[in-house]
């Protein structure tokens, strides 16, 4: 079945380390993205990518990184300078060049302990 | 102010009810309107998709554009408690490079 998987499911951080989350999509969608969700904010856009070996910051990208070296996988990596990074992060493709809907991962929770 | 708002809710309905669910909007460049349902812990699934105003019914569900008044709709006929969760709308602009901006969502509750 085609699909987006994201790993881990549940990921703590501790101060000052860096993380990186991991999404993959067998789908062969051009378009991928990275959402955060926290309580009584939606969804609110980290970085997207329409092509491989390109990507875009979105409203929130100031302490995350993200490279697209493969069409299947977009990972995220959360810095140390992201003050607040506990939430719950969403990846996402569409397949790009046309309005159409995304098709979501099942989501990593990440925690600062 | 944002440019999409939805009520958060949480909305609890008995069992067979009809549920009405809505967003409005302040872009009058969004083209594409979209409900997704998110379960709890779960990433969101695309539930309807509709383009420019109109309506469009699924089985039980039925989502309405209204583009003069910047306003849609998802309407859930003989609510069940699996509908239970929260919905999500979002929108898109022609050429904006398919993202979307999406409402905070509006949990649902249907109870037995």
């Known amino acids: 079945d085609g699909g987006i998987t994201q790993s881990p499911k549940y990921l703590f951080r501790k101060e000052g380390q860096n993380v990186t989350l991991s999404c993959e999509q067998n789908?062969?969608?051009?378009?991928m993205y990275w959402y955060r969700q926290d309580p009584g904010q939606g969804l609110r856009l980290i970085y997207y990518?329409?092509?491989?070996?390109?990507?875009q910051k979105g409203d929130i990208a100031e302490g995350y990184s993200v490279s697209r070296e493969k069409k299947e996988s977009f990972p995220l990596t959360v810095t140390s300078a992201q003050k607040n990074p506990t939430a719950f992060y969403l990846c996402?493709?569409?397949?790009?060049?046309?309005?159409?809907?995304?098709?979501f991962g099942s989501g990593t929770r990440l925690t600062v302990v | 102010q944002k440019e999409v708002e939805q009520d958060p809710g949480p909305l609890s309905v008995p069992e067979g009810a009809i549920v009405s669910l809505n967003c409005t909007y302040s872009?009058?460049?969004?083209?594409?309107f979209m409900w997704y349902r998110q379960y709890s812990r779960k990433g969101p699934e695309l539930l309807m998709y509709?383009?420019?105003?109109g309506n469009k019914e699924d089985g039980r569900f039925t989502a309405q554009v209204d583009k003069s008044s910047k306003y849609i709709s998802l309407f859930i006929r003989d609510s069940q408690p699996s509908d239970s969760a929260t919905y999500l709308c979002?929108?898109?602009?022609?050429?904006?490079?398919?993202?979307?901006?999406f409402g905070t969502g509006t949990q649902l509750k249907v109870e037995l």
């Open positions: 979002a929108m898109s602009v022609t050429g904006g490079g398919n993202k979307l901006t």
């Open positions: 789908l062969n969608h051009d378009a």
């Open positions: 996402a493709s569409s397949i790009g060049g046309r309005q159409d809907g995304y098709t």
């Open positions: 990518s329409q092509i491989v070996n390109d990507f």
């Open positions: 872009n009058s460049a969004f083209q594409y």
């Open positions: 509709t383009y420019s105003s």
